[in-house]
Nanobody
Framework: QVQLVESGGGLVQDGGSLRLSCAAS????????VGWFRQAPGKEREFVGS????????NYADSVNGRFTISRDNAKNTVYLQMNSLKPEDTAVYYCARSIWTSPSRQTNDYDTWGQGTQVTVSS
């Protein structure tokens, strides 16, 4: 059974950067795609981006495309979310999740294991 733990969240000013990490333990995630999602207060969880099993293919939500970058280090069993040019509307709890597939997916139903989330707050 795999466990996912996110870290790296915090408070940052408008225009700042953060890098989130998603560390897997118990089992490898190197054979699966991994996604990042976020949920703001009063809103539904939404897709942020995902990366395929070996890291050569990514896709992103339109709202973060060009500002956020997902990467992975399978030797460390860790996936990263680099967030640049952060905006107040990026404030949310960010979750990573392991897909049931090897290719990226935007659908929450394609993910079977979720982390506990890390808070990102962007001040104006």
């Amino acid at each position: 059974q795999v466990q996912l733990v996110e870290s790296g969240g915090g408070l940052v000013q408008d225009g700042g950067s953060l890098r989130l990490s998603c560390a897997a333990s118990g089992r490898t995630v190197s054979d699966r795609a991994v996604g990042w999602f976020r949920q703001a207060p009063g809103k539904e969880r939404e897709f942020v981006g995902s990366i395929n099993w070996w890291g050569g293919l990514t896709n992103y939500a339109d709202s973060v495309n060009g500002r956020f970058t997902i990467s992975r280090d399978n030797a460390k069993n860790t996936v990263y979310l680099q967030m640049n040019s952060l905006k107040p509307e990026d404030t949310a709890v960010y979750y990573c999740a392991r897909s049931i597939w090897t290719s990226p997916s935007r659908q929450t139903n394609d993910y079977d294991t979720w982390g506990q989330g890390t808070q990102v707050t962007v001040s104006s």
